[in-house]
T-cell receptor, first 111, second 115 residues
Framework: DAKTTQPTSMDCAEGRAANLPCNHS???????VYWYRQIHSQGPQYIIH???NNETNEMASLIITEDRKSSTLILPHATLRDTAVYYC????????????FGTGTKLQVIP | GAVVSQHPSRVICKSGTSVKIECRSL??????MFWYRQFPKQSLMLMAT?????????EQGVEKDKFLINHASLTLSTLTVTSAHPEDSSFYIC???????????FGSGTRLTVV
């Protein structure tokens, strides 16, 4: 898997949008960008993924730059329950590719 | 959606004993599952890839004789920590995918404490 870099931690006020950046400058053309989050003492939870177009689902939006070297996960209205570690991962489609995790971003939503 | 069940959620065992952790895909078949280990305040570390009907593939530095993986069916993989020691205390997590090349679903994790 290509490497990703994320800020170690971020704070966000409750009710505001949380924007979590991720750099993946060595991403290959067939690699998708995935986002997961891990709430304390639980398994990671899938959030969203994309290839090159921006994506939105009920949890979040994913903005991928045109050169695909970076992306931003947007939680539009952060709540206290969104406090978690957020992981950005890139991996190729097809086959059963193993997923390796970087250090992620610890998001603290503040009341 | 795809659901992965992991059992037990917590286990305490004595040093020198073995512990088995189960990972089940509840509503889909999983040819491949993955096992991770996570120490406090650290990221998930991939231990091994579990392949149905064949030997697991271990990551560098992971002792295959200590962490036995069995994937005897398309819905069940087990991780057995043999002769556990306090340094094996950790959070163990499995994952599986429903579709080739798409997102992985993770189990809820097993907190192992060796005393």
């Amino acid at each position: 898997d290509a490497k990703t870099t994320q800020p170690t931690s971020m704070d966000c006020a409750e009710g505001r949008a949380a924007n979590l950046p991720c750099n993946h400058s060595t991403i290959s053309g067939n690699e998708y960008v995935y986002w997961y989050r891990q709430i304390h003492s639980q398994g990671p939870q899938y959030i969203i993924h994309g290839l090159k177009n921006n994506e939105t689902n009920e949890m979040a939006s994913l903005i991928i730059t045109e050169d695909r070297k970076s992306s931003t996960l947007i939680l539009p209205h952060a709540t206290l329950r969104d406090t978690a570690v957020y992981y950005c991962i890139v991996r190729a489609a097809g086959g059963y590719q193993k997923v390796t995790f970087g250090t992620g971003t610890k998001l603290q939503v503040i009341p | 959606g795809a659901v992965v069940s992991q059992h037990p959620s917590r286990v305490i065992c004595k040093s020198g004993t073995s512990v088995k952790i189960e990972c089940r895909s509840l509503d889909f078949q999983a040819t491949t599952m993955f096992w991770y280990r996570q120490f406090p305040k650290q990221s998930l570390m991939l231990m091994a890839t579990s392949n149905e009907g064949s030997k697991a593939t271990y990551e560098q530095g992971v002792e295959k004789d200590k962490f036995l993986i069995n994937h005897a069916s398309l819905t069940l993989s087990t991780l057995t920590v043999t002769s556990a020691h306090p340094e094996d205390s950790s959070f163990y997590i499995c994952s599986a995918t429903q579709d080739r090349g798409y997102g992985y679903t993770f189990g809820s994790g097993t907190r192992l404490t060796v005393v």
